[in-house]
């Protein structure tokens, strides 16, 4: 039987960083960002081990939030900058990402290391894009939390740069999350 939980944005975290390279990297930061507007199901069939995992997520461009401490002019050129070139907010406003397949390896009691391979679509691209994950099912609750890498080149994401090309990010993003899911209906 398939029990289905609903992401809950505000008891868990989704970050996403970014490393700076180039000759001036020095002075430069590498930015985190946080999501602030993700939703989700979770499909879970699970009794004497667990038979399928069924994840939709979908992020609110918009939502995204830098966390390092800088000045509020920076902050703002920051924000700008990635809603405007970098994630083109008004054309992509979504990030969605489902499952198409799973593997899970039991550590102990309700409490796995998964992999989930699905569909990942990102400024306007939908590639395949794989999860390592850990999950713990819980009786009112369940924890998803792992890392991910993406490529911003995969998805047509023009290289982030400054000082004409002094500074710039490196193409590879690491995804961070920390999600909290509820059943539906409570």
Known sequence: MTVRYRIDPGQGRFTVQGFATGMLSVFAHSPTFAVRDIAGVVGLD?????????????VRTESLVLLDQVRPADREEIEGRMRREVLETAAFPEIVFHTLEFEAEPVERDHYRVFLGGRLTLHGVTRPHGIEAELLIFSDALRL???SVLRMSAYQIRPVTALGGAIRLKDELSLSFDLIALPEGS
């Open 145 to 147: 939390r792992g890392e």
């Open 46 to 58: 699970a009794g004497a081990g667990l038979r399928n995992i069924d994840v939709d997520l979908t």
